[in-house]
Structure formats: C-alpha cells, structure tokens
C-alpha cells in the first residue's frame, strides 16, 4: 500500500492561536537580543577604557623611568669630571687660588664645562673661581654641603635656586680632595648650568593633558613642561590632587610609581643624587571612549551582530513552535516513520610528527641552559639548541650563535659522513674533529657524539679542548694558599704559575690523546686583562660590602664564560686576567664584548636603587716561547688602561714589546 507523507507548509484548522504565540516569542527575542546587544557596547567601551589605561600605564611608566635615567646620566657625568678633576688637584694647590683661576681662563680646559669652582678647607675658608664674568657665590644650602662633603667624605649634589633665570637649572657638585692616604684634606665643589629645554623631553606632537615635573625633596617644581609653573609648590600644581599626593610616602622609590586618581595617571621616579623626583602625569579623558561613545565601525559590526542574533533566534523558534511535521519525525497517516539512519563520522587524531622538532627544541633549550660545558643538539644538520660555551669556545656571539650548522663547523662532508656512519652503526662516536671557528681559524676538538634510538635523527655532542687535560707543572702543595678569599678564584702568584706552566706546556714533546690524534698546548694565545670601572666610587656612594658582591658576580661572571678555553684569576683589588691559549685576537675581541655587555646589563640593586657596572678590558697577542709572563701581563694591564681612556665598557686592544728569544 503505497502512502502519502504531506509537507504542507501552512498551518492547520485552529491552530491560529499558535501563529500569535509564535509572533510574540519573536518580538521578545528580537527585543532580548537588542538588549544584549546594547549592554554588549557598554561592556565593550568598558573593556575598550581598561585595555586603553593598561596601555598609558605601561607606556608612562616606562616614559618616566627612561626620563629619569637621562637625569641620572646627566647628574652623573658632571659628578665623574668633577670627581677626575679632584684627583688631580694636589693638595699644595689648595693654598694658590691663582692656579685655579688661570685654568678656568684657559681655552680648552675641562674647567670651563662650569660655570664656577670653589674650594673649601676644613678651616672654613673658600675661595671662588669663574671662567668669565662675575664669579658666583655658594648660598647657605651649598655652603652646608661643602660641610659635609669634608665631613663625610661622600659627594653630595644639591640644586642653587635662581628665579630670575627662566631657562637653566643650576646645580652645585661637590666631591672630596683627598690625600694620598686617603684623609681628606678639603672639597671641590662646581655649580653647573643645565639648559631647561635639554632637561625635559621632547614631544613630537603637542598633548595638552600631558605634563613633566621635576620636584626637590621639598615639593617644590624646579622644571616644568610649562614654564608659568615653575617655582611653585606641587600641591598648587596638582590642583584637586594635592591630597591624593599628599598621601604618598617620602621618598619615591628608584622605580616607576603609578597611581591612577579618576582620570589623572600620575606616575614618578625617584632619583639616586640628588633626591629628585622626576614626575608625569597625563589626563585621561581624552583617550577614553566612555564620554565619547564608540567608534562608527564598533557601531556598524554590534548591529550586523545583532541583525544574525535576531534571524537565527526567529528561524529557531520558527522551527520549534511551528504547527506542521518535523524533519525528525514524520507522521505518514498516523504512522510515525523515523528517519533513515545517520553517518557517523569519528574525530581522527592528528598527526603530531611535524612538532616534534619544536618539542625537543623547547625541552633541550630548558635543560641546556645552565649546563656548565660545551654540549649542542643538532638534527638533519641543524644546530637546534646549545649551551653558551659552545659559542664562547669556537667565537660565535649574537645571531651568529642562533643559526650553526655542521656544514659551517666541520672540515669536509666526507668527515661528517663518517661521524654519522658510527652514529648509525654504533649509536655514538667519539674522536677528535678540526672545527672551523667564526674567525675562519682551525681548532682540534676532542668530540663525544651519540644519538637516542626513539629519535635517531638528533644528535648530542659533547665538545672540549684536547690540550686542555695535558698538565705539565701542577700547582704546588697547599691549594688554598693559591686562592682568592673573596671570590674563590686563583690568585696572582697562581696565575704566574699558570703562565709560567704555558711556557712549559707549550714546550713539551707532542703527545697523543686515546684517539690518536696530535695534540699540543698551543704556544701562540691571547691574555684579557679585565678591570671594575669606578669600584672606588661605588664603595663611597653604597658600602664596601656592596663592592664585595660586585667582585664576586664579575668573577662568577668570567669563570662561566672562560671556563673551556683558558684560566682566570683575580689579580687583586677589582683587576681579573684570563690566559688563552690557541685563541686569536678577533676571537677574544668577540669575548671580551660579550663580557662587558652582560655586565652592563646585571644592574645590580643596593638600598632600593638600581647601580650600573661595567668593566674595561684590555686584550693582547702572545706567543708562550717569545714573551715573558711579566711582559705579556703588563701589556695587557696597558691595554685595558686604553680601554677606560676611551669611555670604559670597551674592549682595546694591546701590543707586547718584543723581546730575544727565550733559552731552553
């Protein structure tokens, strides 16, 4: 019996009551969407003023703090030639005023970076000296200083309020003379003009709700990015805040302080010397959409949204209180007939082969990084990952360590095919192979290989230095008597021991490691003389325990950098020296580089305030069998004294003088 299924799409006899009550549960859900819809834009312009403040927090916070390392850096450069200038000013001086005048007179003399000199004795007498014009008097403030300057010892900085002057700020340095025993025997003192405009930043655009304040100890605005607020108090300036800043602890830490008061993003930065705020504040109003409502785009896509929302909730609802017979469930005369069975298809798994490479990257990378040897991961002849002292060892640095491959390094293709035919038979290899350093040199290096079985395509190698096991004059009984107190390295007269054990060393007959390999101490090398800039200063403006743990980091430092190629001792004081055989000059330049960025960027905190550091390192070829150890260290010593000539936190290089040949 054949039978009819009817799809008819109107409603039938007595069901108009449903068409009304389907009409009204639409306008009800186009109503709710619309609702949702507004109270989505509010959210959203919420969201948007959030995301937007998040931004000006950062963005000011980090403005601020780049403010006010400029102030320090300035500050700090008049108080380093003030403090040059001091030492060499010799204490028989003191008593001839004239001199000093007639080197503020002269052309080209340092002294006139200054608007005035002035030196005070402790009997309380000061003498004055200007390069032109009137010389300036020290005020009461500045006198005070001075005092403490002599009684202390310390430097101090303190600012000389000229109101009449409408575009520089005038400081007053002073440092102390000292003797050569180390008493201080007077101070030196200079008032420097700064020029307002160099002080504040520069705006690319004008911003009317942005403003820079630099503030003494006492509230009082000695710069402002407009000028008519200049001299007065802050609680003037910030107007309805002032209580807000009253609130605030005294003084502001080295680091970005951010508040948020309504719509004032107030941020300030405490400075080191003198005890200087360096203070932003912007006005937020205009940067957020709450006042000014959305964009028209935000607008346009909230209502497309909105239109899809209402047409897919009407066909829903069309389709769940509509009258007429459902797809899944037809009534065929008054039989249920149910419809045909559906495909099922089952989620498969993907394929995650092609992550395995970035999976054992990210895994090697964690492990890698503080092991303290020369180990890299390779696979397919990629470099994937290694440790630092693979770059330290064969000179690469920067991006250049980023992107080896062991074409680049190994001598020949044949070579490498017969490491990775052991590799493949034996599961490791271990001999010694010439690997090509980023300087274009040769260097035999004893290399233990081996691959894992789950993924034979990766290799571990493990790399050393041959000759670096070969020992012919071991240090003496009493290996503590050898040693640094401070920071544990070896001392001076072990570093002449090691020199003198090179010349030894580097004489010796060849000999041959288990892999038949020649190996020798190489008699051709390099020596790196390393010095702490301003060590002295530091321990004045902090304490001798913070100079004691700047030693340690920088000795710490250099042993994990130098560690495979050479040996390192602290000579005293804050001078460190490495000897490096077998590394030539444009290698030890890359290192020594290397060196004094990761020492510039430690940064290290004493009492809440952030110091910088940095070394000078003086560099020079050496050949074991031509040059003594006496010579090459004072050479180097020479060279590193170039290196702080010339701005410090460099590297120069050096010259030995030659001399005859040695006699064995």
Excluded at 173 to 201: E, H, Q, W, Y
Excluded at 292 to 321: F, H, I, R, S, Y
Excluded at 517 to 543: I, K, W, Y
Excluded at 612 to 618: A, L, T
Aim: aromatic share 6%; hydrophobic share 45%.
């Amino acid at each position: 019996m054949n039978r009819k299924i009817s799809f008819a799409k109107q409603p039938p006899d007595g069901s108009q009551s449903s068409w009304y009550g389907l009409r009204a549960a639409v306008c009800v859900t186009v109503a709710l969407v619309v609702a949702a819809m507004a109270l989505c834009g509010f959210f959203l312009v919420r969201v948007f003023d959030a995301r937007t403040q998040e931004r000006l927090v950062a963005f000011q916070s980090l403005e601020a703090d780049l403010w006010a390392r400029m102030l320090t850096a300035r500050v700090e450069a008049h108080q380093r030639l003030l403090t040059s200038i001091a030492q060499g000013v010799h204490t028989s001086l003191l008593d001839k005023p004239e001199v000093l005048d007639a080197l503020m007179q002269q052309d080209g003399s340092m002294l006139r970076l200054f608007e005035s000199l002035h030196v005070a004795l402790p009997t309380g007498s000061i003498s004055n000296h200007g390069a032109v014009g009137a010389v300036a008097e020290v005020d009461t403030p500045g006198l005070d200083a001075l005092r403490r300057t002599i009684a202390d010892g310390k430097p101090t900085v303190s600012f000389v309020q000229s109101v009449e002057d409408a575009q520089h700020l005038r400081m007053l340095l002073s440092v102390p003379i000292r003797r050569t025993d180390g008493s201080v025997s007077g101070a030196l003192a200079a008032i420097v003009k700064l020029p307002l405009a160099a002080l504040m930043p520069e705006l690319v655009e004008p911003d009317q709700g942005l403003q820079y304040m630099l503030l003494d100890s006492e509230g009082l605005v000695l710069a402002h990015s407009d000028a008519t607020q200049r001299w007065k108090n802050v609680s003037d300036v910030m107007g309805v805040h002032a209580s807000d800043w009253k609130a605030l602890s005294k003084p502001s830490s080295p680091n970005a302080d951010t508040r948020i008061w309504g719509e004032l993003l107030a941020t300030r930065v405490g400075l080191p010397l003198p005890q200087w705020q360096a203070v932003v504040l912007r006005d937020m109003s205009a940067d957020k959409q709450m006042d000014q409502g959305l964009p028209l785009k935000v607008w346009a896509g909230l209502g497309g949204g909105a239109l899809l929302l209402t047409l897919l909730a009407g066909w829903m609802l069309w389709g769940w209180l509509a009258p007429w017979p459902k797809k899944t469930g037809l009534k065929v005369h008054g039989v249920q007939v149910q419809p045909e069975h559906e495909d099922v298809f089952e989620a498969q798994e993907q394929d995650t082969s092609a992550a395995q490479p970035q999976v054992i990257q990210a895994g090697a990378m964690a492990m890698f990084e503080g092991v303290p040897s020369a180990m890299l991961l390779e696979q397919d002849g990629q470099v994937i990952v290694a440790t630092p002292l693979v770059a330290v060892m064969l000179g690469y640095f920067g991006q250049d360590a980023d992107q080896l491959t062991l074409a680049q390094l190994v001598e020949s293709p044949g070579v490498l095919s017969t490491v990775r035919q052991a590799l493949e038979e034996l599961g490791s290899y271990e001999g010694a192979l010439q690997l090509r350093k980023k300087d274009g040199d040769w260097v035999l290096v004893k290399v233990l290989a081996w691959s894992s079985s789950q993924l034979p395509s990766a290799t571990l190698w493990r790399l050393h230095l041959p000759w670096r096991q070969q020992r012919g004059a071991p240090l003496p009984a009493d290996a503590h008597v050898w040693r640094d107190g401070l920071t544990g390295l070896p001392n001076r007269e072990a570093f002449m021991w090691e020199l003198q054990s090179w010349v030894f060393d580097s004489m010796q007959p060849v000999k041959s490691d288990p892999s038949s390999a020649m190996v020798r101490v190489p008699s051709q090398g390099c020596l790196l003389f390393a010095d702490v800039d301003h060590l002295g200063m530091m321990n004045e403006v902090t304490s001798r325990e913070m100079g004691n743990k700047i030693l340690r980091h920088i000795g710490r430092l250099l042993a994990s950098q130098t560690q495979p190629l050479g040996s390192l001792a602290r000579l005293g004081g804050d001078e460190f020296a490495v000897m490096l055989p077998g590394i030539s000059l444009a290698h030890v330049q890359g290192l020594g580089q290397a060196l004094c960025d990761a020492v510039w960027r430690w940064q290290p905190s004493w009492g809440g305030e952030r110091h910088w550091v940095s070394i000078s390192i003086g560099v020079v070829a050496v050949d074991a069998q031509r040059h003594t150890p006496e010579q090459a260290l004072r050479a180097a010593d020479m060279a590193c004294y170039e290196a702080k000539r010339r701005g410090r936190c460099q590297v120069a290089v050096g010259q030995i003088t030659a001399h005859p040949t040695l006699e064995v």
